[in-house]
Nanobody, 119 residues
């Protein structure tokens, strides 16, 4: 089993910054990709940013130029640096890990961390 634990959420003023962190632990064979998704109240969960094992990144258009995802493969951690935060960034942010074992794929999710950007 794999467990993901997020940290770093909180309350911030518009234009401020936060840095989210996620640590993976457990029976990890190979994490192909890690990323962050978010879900605002009453809305569907959406992709924010992803990073592959080789370091390739992808961002949602709404956060490009403001958010930066990074990964430490040796420590099985992923971070999300969020700058120039906007009220619409308010959501619960979830860490995700995509693991491949032989020919089977698995997706694991953390409990989430709340990010609130004031009006």
């Amino acid at each position: 089993q794999v467990q993901l634990v997020e940290s770093g959420g909180g309350l911030v003023q518009p234009g401020g910054s936060l840095r989210l962190s996620c640590a993976a632990s457990g029976s990890i064979f190979s994490i192909e990709g890690m990323g962050w998704h978010r879900q605002a109240p009453g809305k569907q969960r959406e992709l924010v940013a992803t990073v592959t094992r080789s370091g390739r990144t992808n961002y949602a258009d709404s956060v490009k130029g403001r958010f930066t995802i990074s990964r430490d493969n040796a420590k099985n951690t992923v971070h999300l640096q969020m700058n120039s935060l906007k009220p619409e960034d308010t959501a619960v942010y979830y860490c995700n890990a995509h693991i491949v074992v032989v020919t089977t794929s698995y997706d694991y999710w953390g409990q989430g961390t709340q990010v609130t950007v004031s009006s």
